[in-house]
């Protein structure tokens, strides 16, 4: 079983829908984050928290919220989806206990909002 | 903030040494040197990192120059499987965290 999860992997939305990633991991990592990839480029990062109770906007939080419900999981919202937010969106997790972080990624979430 | 600057594609044969480079010209004392390699359909991948010397690990090498503005991750024979977009990446991570710039990267393509 594939260690960082993402749910959905695809999702077609319309404009102003509410709508929400999650991610759920097996690692036993304390960190996690979310980003961003839109197409010919690389990623942004959306939000960290650093634990259940620390959560840390990144370079593009604006449109975005998160909820970080227990260590394994964290999810992404958009309240009011717009077409510039039609992205892949990836999940990561990390352990700070191993000094410096490497990072794990989850297979991405394919969003569209037409 | 300290960014790189990669080649937009290289291409190597099947089995033969390849060698991505990357400038940063602009690194501080505190970044280090991540490289992520991203597979088609697949989220990133690390392959390695460093700080100031050169470090192997069974996936590849990381020479960095002396004066660390720039470096060159070595794959030392190519595969089919690591036709991939190559990510160099600096990140702070005393400082500035949340400050983990993929840029666009470099697409390797293997020939057979």
């Known amino acids: 079983d594939a260690d960082v999860t993402q749910t959905p992997r695809n999702r077609i939305t319309k404009t102003g829908k509410r709508i929400m990633l999650e991610c759920s991991q097996t690692k036993g990592h304390d960190r996690m984050y979310w980003y961003r990839q839109d197409p010919g480029l690389g990623l942004r990062l959306i939000y960290y928290s650093f634990d259940v109770k620390d959560i840390n906007k990144g370079e593009i939080s604006d449109g975005y919220s998160v909820s970080r419900q227990a260590q394994a999981k964290f999810s992404l919202s958009l309240e009011s989806a717009i077409p510039n937010q039609t992205a892949l969106y990836f999940c990561?997790?990390?352990?700070?206990?191993?000094?410096?972080?490497?990072?794990?990624f989850g297979p991405g979430t394919r969003l569209t909002v037409t | 903030d300290a960014k790189t600057t990669q080649p937009n594609s290289m291409e190597s044969n099947e089995e033969e040494p390849v060698h991505l480079p990357c400038n940063h010209s602009?690194?501080?004392?505190?970044?280090?040197i991540h490289w992520y390699r991203q597979l088609p359909s697949q989220g990133p991948e690390y392959v390695i990192h460093?700080?100031?010397s050169n470090v192997n690990n069974r996936m590849a090498s990381l020479a960095i120059a002396e004066d660390r503005k720039s470096s060159t991750l070595i794959l030392h024979r190519a595969t089919l499987r690591d036709a991939a977009v190559y990510y160099c990446?600096?990140?702070?991570?005393?400082?500035?965290?949340?400050?983990?710039?993929f840029g666009s990267g470099t697409k390797l393509n293997v020939k057979p």
């Open positions: 990446i600096l990140r702070d991570e005393v400082y500035n965290f949340n400050k983990f710039y």
């Open positions: 460093g700080l100031t």
């Open positions: 990561a997790t990390s352990d700070s206990s191993g000094g410096v972080y490497e990072q794990y």
């Open positions: 602009t690194i501080s004392g505190t970044d280090y």
